[in-house]
């Protein structure tokens, strides 16, 4: 059974915050990924048997939960990748008063091939972008994009996100062994912007 909806409290089934597992497809290959390290998270295998998840399929597993203050789109793919089925199961859970965060490599609007943010703006509370480095160079080092232009891709659609007036945060993660990170420009970067700032510290079984 594909592992759609997950929890990494240990009290699972009251969980503050769900997280929602849409693809095993993504656009990069970051060094830091955490499934190049574990391929299961609390007991749940994250790899996909196949990706023809539909919004009901998630909503189903939604509800074997009890009601959740958040959910957050995050697992071993690139959740913009599934766009249609990502906005019915935002739209269920506004109506359920439920706050969403998506969590994504930024490149939304490539793999749709069209600006996505007016389908999403009122669906979605929050948004989280890996801006992974400071410079192109090292961004693509990190993130072994598909998509040559992939840096400036993401930081367009990170100004995007800003200009909607979504809560917006770019993160990077650190203490890596194979990079060293000039933290203060990567933050630069976030407040030029106008988005929050996070580093997250590399942990190689992912949390």
């Known amino acids: 059974m594909n ?3 997950y929890s990494i409290d240990d009290n699972a089934e009251n969980a503050k915050t769900l997280y929602v597992n849409l693809t095993n497809k993504c656009t990069n290959a970051c060094v830091f990924c955490i499934r190049t390290t574990v391929d299961a998270i609390k ?3 994250m790899w996909l048997e196949n990706e023809d998840i539909t919004t009901k399929d998630v909503i189903a597993q939604l509800e ?3 009601k959740p203050e958040e959910v ?3 697992g071993y793919g690139e959740p913009l990748m599934k766009l249609n089925v990502l906005k019915g199961v935002c739209a269920y859970l506004k ?4 706050k969403v965060r998506i969590n994504t490599n930024g490149i939304g609007n490539v793999v749709n091939n069209r600006n996505i943010l ?5 669906l979605v509370d929050e948004i989280s972008i890996s801006l992974n480095a400071p410079t192109e160079e090292q961004y693509n080092e990190i993130s ?3 998509s040559k232009k992939a840096y400036k891709e993401m930081l367009d659609f990170a100004k995007k996100c800003v ?4 809560k917006t945060t770019l993160t990077v993660v650190d203490e890596h062994p194979d990079y060293t990170l000039d933290i203060p420009a990567c933050k630069k970067i976030a407040d030029e912007i106008g988005a929050d700032f996070r580093v997250r510290k590399w942990l190689n079984n992912g949390y």
């Open 3 to 5: 592992t759609l909806v």
């Open 43 to 45: 007991g749940k295998n």
């Open 64 to 66: 074997k939960f009890n």
């Open 72 to 74: 957050v789109f995050c």
């Open 95 to 98: 109506q359920n008063n439920i």
């Open 118 to 122: 007016p389908e999403i703006v009122n």
């Open 144 to 146: 072994k994009p598909k």
């Open 163 to 166: 200009e909607n007036d979504i």
